[in-house]
């Protein structure tokens, strides 16, 4: 008979078998009800409002804009999340959670924050709002998504790619096994460009200056040329883009450069 391995791994735990009390569980499902109430709560302002349709929209607005990144403020400054790892049920995890709860309406409607990025400086001025730290001149490209909307520390002249995705907290398993929490604020310095498709993640931290390398957009392009074609990307145009990948470029010539790489790549 073969003996049974001594270092057997320990049996997973999933969130729904986590060491909560009931009051614990009861609390987390409370809080899935945030989004609901925010949504009907400006609904209400819309509609209910005793005012003229002007003052019913601004009301609505305020609402649904305002009243969400205030009270995640004042939340944060009675009871500030900390940096690491956290434990599941624990006093700061449920802080993390409520705050992640009044987010949720616009990571499940993208475009409420698309409006305010229509309006150049109103979506980083909204960011501060929350408790963020934002530079001057950051550009934010169209299907941005954040997640954690108070743990940014964004330098100036930033400039954020199409899809980039950032987010301020991982929930995965310890060596144990064990669910964990780990909130990290995500920092990007000053003159920086986080490529399209790029996903800063808690704790991660980019260096001033820092250039990214690579062109994201790249390997996205390349299909596209091979139904077209039916030879993909010419050698001669992948060597160009390596050329200049290799250069360092700033913020006010990332269009001019999006522009000749795409010129390159035309069959």
Same mark, same amino acid.
């Given at each position: 008979?073969?003996?049974? /391995?001594?270092?057997?791994p ?6 729904? /078998? ?10 987390? @499902?409370a ?9 009907? @709560? ?21 609402? !649904? ?10 939340i ?13 049920? /624990? ?10 709860? !009044? ?31 934002? $530079? ?8 941005? +998504? ?5 743990? @940014? ?7 954020f790619?199409?899809?980039? +995705? ?18 990290g ?17 808690? $704790? ?20 596209l ?15 160009? =883009? ?7 470029? /700033?913020?006010? =010539? ?14």
């Open positions: 008979m073969q003996e049974k /391995s001594s270092a057997e320990p049996p997973t735990r999933g969130l729904a /078998s986590a060491d909560l009390s009931v009051p614990a569980r009861l609390g987390m @499902l809080g899935n009800f945030v989004p609901c109430v925010h949504l009907l @709560l400006t609904g209400a302002a819309l509609l209910c409002t005793p005012a003229g349709p002007l003052v019913r929209a601004v009301i609505a607005l305020a609402v !649904l804009y305002l009243v969400p990144a205030l009270t995640c403020r004042v944060l400054h009675f009871r500030p999340l900390p940096d690491g790892k956290l434990a599941m049920g /624990s006093g700061p995890f449920f802080t993390w959670w409520v705050v992640a709860n !009044l987010q949720a309406l616009f990571c499940r409607f993208p475009f409420l924050d698309e409006l305010l990025r229509v309006f150049p400086g109103l979506y980083s001025a909204w960011l501060r709002l929350w408790g963020s730290k934002i $530079g001057r001149l950051t550009y934010w490209a169209p299907g941005t +998504r954040l997640y954690d909307r108070s743990m @940014l520390v964004i330098g100036d002249d930033v400039v790619g199409a899809g980039v +995705r950032m987010s301020g907290h991982l929930i995965a398993r310890d060596p144990d096994a064990v669910l964990r929490l780990t909130l604020k995500v920092t990007v310095g000053d003159n920086a460009i986080v490529g399209g498709g790029g996903r800063p993640g808690a $704790g991660n931290r980019n260096r001033r200056r820092r250039k990214h390398k690579s062109l994201p957009g790249l390997p996205a392009l390349q299909p040329e091979k139904r077209q074609t039916g030879q993909g990307v010419t050698r001669g145009a992948r060597g160009r =883009h390596r050329a200049q990948s290799r250069r360092s470029f /700033s913020g006010k =010539h990332c269009l001019l450069y999006t522009i000749l790489v795409h010129r390159d790549l035309r069959p």
